[in-house]
């Protein structure tokens, strides 16, 4: 159960290898109260290492799942898989990929398949949780989306259109799911130093990993469902939606 | 009749979902029970646990609104009430007739089944103990729909009264109701300096006083940190005329609407404490008070839990027979400058009968704190510490966060009370959000 400070005893984490998942895992470990977490990513030496890291934290029962995002099959059993072992108090959806844009744009199978993991193959987690969730009766979903999400630029449309989808798949869950005691969080960081991000040139209002992290934690305590990272970033982007086209274009760079 | 409903303790905290079903009889309760899938079946009374204790996550709740009926009270005092009874209906019944409730915790919108469920205390228990003590039979169904009649000295008994609802369903409660002359309180006050003060003088009432609570201030720095307020009394003799007015009837009460923000914050409360304690007598003597005002002040709004906003509040209540280990608690969370908006304190006498029951001889702390606090998990986690080291716990019924690890080094009939309940329900049908967050 999540309890009354938003501290998880249980947890699914769908790419369990990124940055930001991993420094969530040990945000939430840090209240002590986390008792089976189930690590779910493809590559499994690096889902191995995580294991033990996340072991190494306090966590009793560490359960390591193998899955590949471009299968909705092996999503939704990775899923099952997690929820046959008991009850999950969060599920953590942190899979994707940040192509180059200009790359994705000339070799349209990149853009696509960009699309196959950032939005079908988190769509997918995301339902099947949901409905996991449900049956349940308590419970949170927390997906990272982004704020390309709510208004892409240029630099980042192709990747900004699968957030955009998944985040509004997301929202309406929230909705859909509340009456069932189930929140689900949207997290919409700007540019996160990570490993996806490596080499890359910042974008204004960074953050870490790790702030993701605190804000995922803070999230769960309630009772705000959409979460900006870093939260400055909340009113900088409702100036930027209502910016005419003609004018963001030429800041999207 | 049967819904998903989404349902939170009184903190407004970890709403989850229920099915929630109001059955019209034993039979039907037993029909709920063989019929409930694996997510369990729980009885929930008027929800005011401040935790997760009254919600079963994915599973079936019980609200047992129809086992409404009160017997005649007997020429001893004896009532039989149903579960579902509010302790607000069963006083506007008892009060006129001159009886009173034994044991009343400090709200009357509370079931009678709740209130054995979570074994409740009031301002007597330095000398009349808990609610189990007045309890002379009850009327319990099983895990396997199974109706039991238990009595004082029964092992069921023992593991039902506090065992916050995980033995089986509670339909009737038979209890032994407090002769009294009149419906009003003679209270004497008194406003103190400090914490040892406060302390000080709730050791002197309870030697002569029936009931005794203090209330304190936990924004005012140290030196002045525990500085409060300390009520005590007894039911003044009287006429039977003052007995009909002095519960309040069911008037509408003014209540704090939902949907609003947090309406309070620290500067506000450490400014109403210093209004309340300047306002207190420096020492009164004998004022005749209504029930009302001297047992359930905060009942006089409803929804009072809506001012502290969407996020909600948790309140810590710990026991601990080591008097050191309250000034050492308070000051530990006032340098972790946790905010504690209400606190009250209280000296408890010799615990009861009830396996998980909360009560031990020693001092009680209730703290109503804002669940959005940052910081507050590390803060409380070290306060309990604290707590199991003096040799205390904390109350389950408001329980929202404790480690479970710590719960059976802080009741020792722990081991023993499951034993009792995986025979009372050998397919484990009883479960509630606090029993899977616990490990109960």
């Excluded at chain 2, 609610?131 to 396997?144: M, V």
């Excluded at chain 2, 509670?170 to 002359?181: A, H, P, Q, Y």
């Excluded at chain 2, 809506?306 to 050191?324: C, K, L």
Aim: proline share 6%.
């Amino acid at each position: 159960m999540i309890d009354a400070l938003g501290a998880p005893q249980s947890m699914l984490v769908l790419g369990a290898t990124s940055d930001i998942a991993a420094a969530t895992v040990t945000r939430l470990a840090g209240t002590h109260r986390l008792e089976r977490v189930v690590l779910a990513a493809r590559s499994e030496d690096a889902l191995a290492a995580e294991a033990d890291r996340v072991r190494a934290s306090g966590v009793s029962e560490v359960v390591p799942v193998r899955f590949e995002a471009r299968d909705p099959d092996s999503v939704g059993s990775a899923v099952a898989q997690a929820f046959d072992g008991g009850d999950i108090d969060v599920v953590l959806v942190a899979f994707g990929v940040l192509p180059d844009q200009r790359r994705a744009l000339a070799d349209p199978p990149a853009a696509i398949d960009t699309m196959q993991v950032n939005y079908v193959g988190a769509a997918a987690a995301c339902l099947h949780a949901a409905a996991a969730l449900r049956h349940q009766g308590h419970g949170a979903l927390v997906v990272l989306s982004s704020v390309a999400a709510e208004r892409p630029r240029r630099s980042n449309f192709v990747y900004g259109s699968a957030k955009a989808g998944l985040d509004a798949l997301a929202t309406g869950l929230g909705d859909e799911l509340r009456a069932a005691g189930v929140t689900v969080l949207v997290v919409r960081p700007g540019f996160v130093y990570t490993t996806m991000t490596r080499g890359m040139r910042a974008a204004p209002f960074p953050s870490t990993a790790a702030d993701v992290a605190e804000a995922v934690a803070r999230g769960l305590r309630g009772p705000s469902r959409t979460i900006w990272v870093p939260g400055e970033l909340r009113p900088v982007m409702s100036v930027l939606r209502h910016l005419p086209r003609a004018v963001f274009r030429r800041l999207g760079r | 009749m049967a819904e998903f409903r989404q349902l939170s303790g009184w903190g407004r905290t970890a709403p989850t979902s229920a099915l929630v079903l109001r059955p019209p009889s034993v039979e039907q309760v037993a029909a709920a029970i063989a019929a409930a899938g694996p997510r369990g079946l729980l009885a929930r009374g008027a929800g005011r646990s401040y935790g997760d204790a009254a919600q079963n996550a994915g599973g079936v709740v019980l609200d047992l609104a129809a086992f409404d009926a009160v017997t005649e009270i007997g020429t001893d005092g004896s009532v039989t009430c149903g579960a579902g009874v509010l302790l607000d209906t069963l006083l506007h019944r008892i009060v006129p007739a001159g009886w009173f409730l034994p044991v009343t915790p400090g709200t009357r919108q509370v079931t009678v089944g709740g209130a054995v469920a979570a074994d409740v205390h009031g301002k007597n228990h330095h000398r009349d103990g808990s609610l189990g003590r007045y309890i002379t039979r009850l009327e319990l169904i099983d895990g396997l729909g199974n109706q039991h009649t238990l009595r004082p000295g029964d092992e069921l008994f023992t593991a039902t009264v506090g065992g916050m609802g995980l033995t089986g369903v509670i339909t009737s409660v038979t209890l032994r109701l407090l002769r009294i002359g009149s419906a009003r309180v003679a209270v004497d006050t008194w406003r103190t300096r400090d914490l040892d003060e406060t302390m000080t003088r709730l050791i002197e009432c309870d030697a002569t006083q029936r009931y005794s609570v203090a209330w304190i201030d936990c924004l005012s720095g140290s030196p002045r940190l525990g500085r409060g307020v300390v009520t005590a009394g007894d039911h003044l003799p009287g006429d039977a005329r003052d007995r009909g007015r002095s519960v309040a009837a069911h008037l509408p009460r003014p209540s704090v609407p939902g949907g609003l923000p947090r309406l309070v914050g620290r500067s506000t409360v450490a400014a109403f404490n210093a209004a309340v304690h300047r306002r207190a007598p420096l020492h009164a003597t004998q004022v005749p008070t209504g029930i009302d005002a001297f047992f359930y002040p905060l009942d006089v709004v409803a929804h009072w839990n809506r001012v502290y906003g969407p996020a909600g509040f948790v309140q810590y209540q710990f026991a601990t027979p080591d008097a050191a280990a309250v000034p050492a608690l308070l000051r530990a969370l006032q340098d972790a400058q946790v905010p504690v908006y209400l606190a009250v304190l209280k000296r408890f006498g010799p615990p009861g009968d009830g396996q998980l029951s909360f009560p031990i001889a020693g001092w009680t702390l209730a703290l109503d704190i804002p669940a959005g606090f940052p910081g507050l998990g590390a803060a409380l986690d070290a306060a309990d510490h604290r707590v199991a080291e003096s040799g205390g716990r904390v109350y389950l019924a408001k329980d929202a966060r404790i480690r479970p690890q710590l719960v059976p080094a802080m009741y020792p009939q722990f081991a023993k009370w499951q034993m009792v309940r995986a025979a009372a329900d050998p397919n484990g049908v009883f479960c509630s959000d606090l029993a899977r967050r616990v490990h109960l």
